[in-house]
């Protein structure tokens, strides 16, 4: 029994201090994060949007395109 409240004293003086300090706030601000760029002036980064891979987005911008739209392009050519 007197081990248990050993164990258990032990465990209150643990949790007392790593208590999260009150100064310790969350700084991340979405509103303070950089503006996208525009789709006319951004180095696309095409990523899937669904399982099935045939619809993409820009990483960057945001741009939503088809896959088969993006077969003619050849970006050597930038």
């Known amino acids: 029994m ?4 050993k164990m258990y ?14 100064g310790n706030k969350n700084s991340f601000d979405p509103l303070a994060m ?5 789709p006319e002036e951004c180095e696309h980064v095409f990523l ?12 960057n911008c945001g741009m939503v395109v088809n896959k088969k739209e993006l077969k003619d392009i050849n970006i050597f050519k930038r």
């Open 2 to 5: 007197l081990r248990i409240i």
């Open 34 to 38: 950089q503006q996208p760029e525009q």
């Open 9 to 22: 004293l032990i465990e209150l003086i643990v949790k007392l201090f790593k208590r999260p300090k009150k």
């Open 48 to 59: 899937p949007v669904d399982s099935t891979g045939e619809i993409l987005a820009c990483s």
